[in-house]
């Protein structure tokens, strides 16, 4: 289970922490890993894998593949006070100091977008998200990035990042890339169980009909090898379609879907148990098992605790390897119990509100994305202690990671397939002066079919931190008004976020105008409307 207790948190150093041989020695291990074993690694790409899981120090063992990335974060005592100047505080109070401050930050790799698709839906509405709902991570890989691809399986490592008017105070980028998705003959075949909410919440427009409609055109896209079942849940779950092979059966598949109707309420949980029965009854070997789940996720009857419908989900994953894409639907969506059905179930989650989403989601990613190129994958960035004064990382607030449980392949991490990006993105303070290495980012992954560990990992300069923020690379600012925007809905005002850098909405917003233009990007202008719409609702 991911570790979700540290929240938010900046992460701040003192010299005085280091004290002693035993001090010493941690201090000179992290700045030898960070610069001597990382040498030759460019400021934008990855330098070195390995594939047997084994990783180095100083002195330390050293995989075949060379050095895989900075070692684990040493023990420290817990709740040790923060003195001295390199131990202040922000003067922002709704944010936590972490108690126990190290060099590392690790996390579980993310690629749901639902939080910002629900937030557009509420500002189209003329409200302002509720600020639990918005995930800073799920805004920024919203947008489409131009990261090097990797060659084979696995991932680039992207690392780059700019100066922003904050003295000292830097965006630093992490970018994660999988290969293109192959073609549609080159990948595995689908067993596909779709559980589809039809209670009367779902005769709302824009909620079963725009599911009905993506599932009728992907139907006669996915292909003849591909499996398809159809689960219904309202008060009772009902199985209307087992698992069926396409071929010569798509108009079972047709005629189960024009028969979906919404009916009284939502036992979501009897329809995740009904789902997997179905799913594990239909299990396809050398297939993709997927259950997709299509709901506005407000369980009102039978099963309403998470807990106890997250555990069946949790078992059929581990046992079968059957993982879960949650779709959001509705104006009024059960966001937080979609999203932890999701990661227990080794998936993640989107939202749909009109019909470009719901075909976009259907029609092309979920055909194009049904292959797995990566189990379990965590990522971890090591901060150089002689150049790095104090940062943070935005977001990922219930997806960190312990330290040392980075290369712990027992724990879990996030599964992410073919022609997906990931970005994660750091509030980063430079200490005055500072030139050298700043930074090394792992990433560390599970050979979906063999579950051989494998990593990857990048480097970053200081050097390449003398451009600011806002001409900086097109898609660099993309991901700065995004984090932005998030961080501000976050606060619900129009004073802007609590990121060093920050602009009011209204600034930002023009912005996001200027990139829009310099991207032709129609996600970007619809990014620019969305901001423009918070700030008259803060202004």
């Not at 024009?258 to 009897?270: C, I, K, V």
């Not at 949790?314 to 979609?338: C, K, N, P, Q």
């Not at 991490?413 to 997906?420: L, N, T, V, Y």
Request: net charge negative.
């Amino acid at each position: 289970m991911r570790n979700d207790h540290i929240r938010r948190a900046w992460r701040t150093t003192s010299p005085g922490r280091a004290a002693g041989p035993r001090g010493a020695r941690v201090l000179l291990g992290l700045a030898l890993a960070g610069g001597l074993l990382l040498t030759g690694c460019s400021a934008s790409d990855g330098g070195h894998s390995s594939a047997d899981g084994a990783y180095g120090s100083a002195g330390g063992a050293r995989g075949s593949g060379g050095y895989a990335g900075p070692p684990p974060a040493p023990d420290r005592t817990p709740g040790t006070a923060q003195g001295g100047p390199d131990g202040e505080q922000t003067d922002d109070a709704r944010r936590e100091i972490a108690p126990s401050p190290d060099y590392l930050s690790t996390f579980a790799l993310d690629v749901d977008t639902a939080s910002y698709g629900y937030a557009r839906r509420s500002l189209a509405d003329g409200r302002l998200p509720d600020p639990a709902t918005v995930r800073p991570e799920e805004f920024v890989n919203s947008f489409r990035q131009d990261y090097r691809r990797p060659d084979g399986n696995g991932f680039s490592v992207t690392v780059d990042g700019a100066r922003t008017r904050d003295e000292d105070w830097s965006l630093v980028r992490v970018g994660l890339a999988t290969r293109t998705a192959a073609p549609d003959g080159e990948r595995p075949p689908a067993a596909l169980t779709f559980v589809i909410d039809v209670s009367g919440s779902m005769g709302e427009p824009g909620r079963l009909d725009l599911a009905k409609d993506s599932l009728g055109v992907m139907t006669d896209r996915l292909r003849d090898d591909d499996s398809v079942a159809l689960v219904t849940f309202s008060d009772e779950a009902e199985t209307v379609l087992p698992m069926t092979r396409l071929g010569h059966h798509r108009d079972r598949v047709h005629a189960a879907v024009d028969r979906l109707g919404p009916t009284e309420s939502t036992n979501l949980g009897a329809g995740v148990r009904a789902g997997y029965d179905t799913a594990v009854e239909g299990l396809r070997r050398g297939a993709t098992n997927r259950v997709v789940l299509i709901s506005d996720a407000l369980a009102n009857t039978g099963e309403t605790d998470a807990d106890t419908i997250l555990e069946r989900i949790s078992g059929a994953r581990r046992e079968h390897g059957i993982t879960l894409f949650g779709v959001g639907v509705g104006s009024e969506y059960g966001d937080a119990l979609m999203e932890r059905l999701a990661d227990r179930g080794d998936g993640h989650t989107t939202y749909v509100s009109n019909d470009e989403d719901a075909r976009k989601v259907f029609c092309e990613q979920l055909p194009e994305n049904i292959d797995l190129t990566a189990r379990d994958a965590k990522a971890q960035v090591a901060f150089d202690p002689a150049t790095v004064r104090q940062f943070r990382l935005i977001g990922y607030d219930d997806r960190q990671v312990a330290d040392q449980d980075f290369r712990d392949d027992r724990v879990d991490g996030g599964e992410i397939g073919p022609g997906h990006t990931v970005t994660a993105l750091y509030a980063v303070r430079t200490r005055p002066g500072a030139s050298g290495h700043l930074a090394t980012a792992s990433v560390r992954w599970l050979d979906p079919r063999t579950r051989a560990p494998h990593e990857e990992s990048g480097a970053l300069e200081t050097g390449s931190l003398h451009g600011e923020l806002w001409t900086s690379a097109p898609r660099l600012q993309v991901d700065a008004v995004a984090a932005y925007f998030a961080d501000a809905l976050r606060t619900g005002d129009d004073r802007g976020s609590g990121l060093p850098g920050a602009l009011p909405l209204s600034a930002l917003a023009g912005r996001a105008r200027t990139v829009a233009s310099a991207t032709e990007d129609g996600a970007v202008r619809d990014l620019a409307d969305s901001v423009e719409r918070a700030s008259r609702l803060t202004g």
